[in-house]
């Protein structure tokens, strides 16, 4: 019963997501809070990509990843350290995009743990400005 309900669901939550998506690029206001709550859903459909095999799925959401990056709210503070940790998001976000392109499970499975860690690290880089790699 409650799986007739997971496919109306998850269609809500990517017109959502995209909607955030195009008002976050079109709006220069858009809090980083915002920002964070479309990474998070694109980061989940990511997960239910690689776990279901669904490359499209996958390449999509890692590409809008990449977007998001690039973005002036995205940025949480200047310094070299926040440069680095956003750059190695984007690189995985990257990678997973070409893993699925190429249709590689093992590699996008990789991209997609590294891309978390990398998630991980930064979040933990800015409550506490501690060094990251202390994990």
Request: with cysteine; aromatic share 6%.
């Amino acid at each position: 019963m409650k799986t007739r309900y997971l496919a109306p669901a998850a269609a809500l939550l990517l017109a959502i997501g995209g909607t955030r998506l195009g008002k976050a690029q079109t709006e220069a206001k858009a809090t980083t809070k915002e920002i964070m709550k479309v990474k998070l859903e694109y980061a989940h459909y990511l997960l239910n990509g690689v776990t279901t095999e669904n490359f499209p799925l996958i390449a999509t959401n890692a590409d809008k990843l990449s977007q998001l990056t690039q973005l002036s709210t995205w940025s949480g503070r200047r310094t070299p350290e926040y440069e680095a940790l956003s750059a190695e998001f984007r690189k995985h976000a990257d990678e997973l995009g070409r893993a699925a392109k190429e249709r590689n499970l093992d590699a996008a499975s990789l991209a997609y743990v590294q891309l978390t860690l990398s998630c991980i690290n930064c979040h933990k880089y800015m409550r506490g400005g501690r060094k990251t790699g202390e994990l």
